[in-house]
């Protein structure tokens, strides 16, 4: 499997190769061209120039004229150029290396290409011109008429390729000595840049590898010099390693508390059934011993039915729409404190409650709703002291209804009021006076009250511990 460097680097190398070999044809051929077309017009010049001379002197065969000899070379030797003069019949009677004795005299040219010359007024090719040169030229052919218009015959002015060859080597060897070193230098460029990219990556992987094998503080390093989307990804990576890893310490935290709190439950309900076994426990006091074992299983059905509320209730991730209804938040507060009359008549608590005159309607799941204002009243009589007071208050507030409870006691430190939702969190004193409390009351309430999008906060000062949270008003 190839690495992101290795596939990046190979890719970018092929396409640099790919826009060079392209460039360098378009610029071959765009050069070729243009040459072509410079010797081209060069060579038409130069036969105008020819087809003037034999004009002016009136025949196609003035081959005894030393003057127009020498003004024939002359013109053909400027412009570097070879020439020959053929009359009307492609017969050779002319040529500019040798005016007066060249052995190309007397050659026929194919008489198709003389006609044609004559009807196209002029040609252009390259090629080989068999019999006359056997190296690959530019040729022009041009017609020579007399002032009477009649066919005189043609010049054909030549140039060897070689030239443009030269200089299209030329310039192929100096192109692609460029492009090896424009290559070299992107290698290089490449290799830094793409080793220093992809080393958060490899960092990232370590992470990754570590964090698999349990070292749950496996972070990656971010601030370097790297780019965005590899920055938010190593910001993404160490945000969900944090998540996993107080998932996981809540996971042992919670293992660990439940183990705690089956401990004793489980040790008593079998040491009272291993002395009703064995006889140690006399059986006048079996019923004694049972009815413990009974209050402290129905505590740890209280404990499992608990943690299957709030394991519902994470699941769904929210109280779904359906499952919600329109009710009375003071008529349901007014059953739950009904409910506790006996346990506040047994503690002789004063009992105050502020609630409006007309009913306040809100649209949320009664039944655990109904457990919430239970838990926290539940929670409220258990710490109130003797004789002291509780208040349940409810009251409008633009589109929310603050719930409030109230209990006297003893002040909450401020380190412990953050904790006092946690799961299985008790403090001290209530692990004493309070055997029943399990430290799950609080923490399924803020589980029920975050589930409908609402919010619960709780103070303690001068004696008096208050929670308060909220619900939406409706019509």
């Not at 004795?101 to 011109?129: A, K, N, Q, W």
């Not at 394991?311 to 506790?340: H, M, N, W, Y």
């Not at 306040?360 to 539940?378: E, G, K, R, S």
Request: glycine share 6%; hydrophobic share 40%; aromatic share 6%.
């Amino acid at each position: 499997m190839k690495s992101t460097f290795s596939r990046t680097f190979t890719a970018i190398i092929i396409l640099i190769i790919a826009a060079l070999v392209i460039i360098g044809i378009s610029f071959q051929l765009l050069v070729n061209n243009y040459l072509t077309e410079r010797a081209m017009d060069g060579l038409k010049s130069d036969g105008q120039v020819i087809v003037q001379l034999v004009q002016a002197y009136g025949s196609a065969k003035p081959v005894s004229n030393r003057d127009f000899g020498i003004a024939l070379t002359v013109a053909a030797s400027v412009s570097d150029a070879d020439a020959v003069i053929c009359n009307t019949k492609g017969e050779l009677v002319c040529c500019a290396s040798d005016p007066l004795g060249c052995p190309h005299v007397g050659m026929h040219l194919d008489e198709e290409y003389l006609e044609r010359t004559f009807e196209s007024g002029g040609l252009t090719d390259t090629g080989i011109v068999a019999g006359l040169y056997l190296d690959e030229r530019y040729v022009v052919s041009l017609p020579i008429y007399a002032e009477n218009g009649s066919r005189l015959g043609i010049v054909l002015v030549s140039s060897p390729i070689d030239i443009t060859q030269i200089v299209m080597r030329r310039i192929t060897e100096i192109f692609v000595f460029v492009s090896i070193l424009v290559v070299l230098i992107c290698v290089v460029i490449m290799t830094i840049l793409l080793r220093q990219q992809s080393a958060p990556l490899r960092e990232m992987v370590k992470a990754a590898s570590a964090f698999g094998h349990g070292e749950l503080t496996a972070r990656v390093n971010t601030g370097h010099k790297s780019t965005v989307e590899v920055e938010e990804l190593a910001l993404a990576f160490n945000n969900m390693a944090s998540s996993l890893q107080k998932s996981e310490y809540q996971r042992q935290e919670f293992v660990a508390n439940v183990s705690h709190e089956l401990k004793t439950p489980m040790t008593t309900i079998g040491g009272f059934v291993d002395g009703i076994l064995d006889g140690t426990i006399p059986p006048e006091k079996q019923n004694q011993y049972l009815q413990l074992v009974s209050d402290e299983t129905k505590r740890l059905n209280r404990l499992v039915r608990s943690m299957l509320d709030i394991s519902r209730l994470q699941d769904q991730g929210g109280i779904p729409p359906e499952s919600k209804t329109r009710f009375d938040l003071l008529e349901c507060a007014g059953q739950v404190l009904i409910s506790f009359e006996r346990k506040i008549n047994d503690k002789k608590l004063d009992v105050s409650v502020d609630m409006p005159e007309l009913p306040v309607y809100t649209l949320a799941n009664q039944d655990y709703i109904t457990q919430v204002i239970y838990n926290l009243l539940d929670n409220a009589v258990k710490f109130c002291p003797q004789g002291q007071q509780i208040s349940l208050q409810i009251h409008k507030g633009g589109s929310r209804a603050y719930i409030r409870v109230t209990n006297d006691g003893d002040t909450i430190p401020p380190e412990e009021l953050p904790l006092l939702f946690d799961r299985f969190h008790k403090m001290d004193k209530s692990r004493t006076q309070n055997r029943d409390s399990w430290g799950l009351g609080l923490y399924i309430v803020k589980t029920i009250v975050s589930a409908h999008g609402e919010n619960i906060s709780v103070t303690s000062r001068e004696g008096k511990t208050t929670f308060t949270f909220t619900l939406p008003v409706v019509h």
